[in-house]
């Protein structure tokens, strides 16, 4: 299958462009690769066209300068006001950030606290279980002793 390239050097896109003569099918097609255009450019071919437009209108030059401070007030405000939205909408999501922040410290910190209860109510059970088992080791080795002196005496009488 031919192929035409375009020689580099050529008005074109920037890049190479491809076309191929045919398809599968015998039909020629062009096939044309562009790379992506940005919302910047559109923008300020939008401005510099306002811009020309206002400059070429048949009027006179205090007109058209008026018209032209009035366009850059109204434009002001309006950044102005996109302004104190975006500030709003930053200090809500940042309160609810904070709320939120604040309200898993709270969470953790109860946590930790009731966790402390329990091993505190734990070791003071621990304790007393403790001192339970040593008092009824204690009396069953003082009856032991007290039973040994006993068939002591009874061995030696």
Do not use: C, N
Request: hydrophobic letters at 35%; zero cysteines; glycine letters at 8%.
């Amino acid at each position: 299958m031919a192929s035409w390239t375009r020689p580099h050097g050529t008005r074109g896109l920037g890049k190479e462009s491809k076309m191929r003569d045919y398809d599968d099918d015998g039909v020629p097609y062009v096939v044309i690769e562009r790379s992506g255009i940005g919302l910047i450019p559109f923008i300020w071919g939008a401005l510099l066209g306002a811009a020309a437009a206002l400059l070429l209108a048949p009027k006179s030059g205090a007109e058209t300068q008026e018209e032209l401070k009035e366009r850059a007030r109204r434009l002001r405000e309006r950044a102005e006001e996109k302004a104190d939205e975006l500030q709003d909408t930053l200090q809500d999501a940042l309160s609810r950030g904070r709320r939120e922040v604040e309200d898993r410290y709270d969470t953790a910190k109860k946590t930790v606290a009731e966790g402390r209860e329990r091993a505190q109510q734990a070791l003071d059970a621990g304790r007393k279980a403790a001192r339970a088992a040593r008092s009824e080791i204690e009396e069953e080795i003082s009856t032991r002793r007290s039973r040994g002196k006993e068939e002591e005496e009874a061995a030696e009488g």
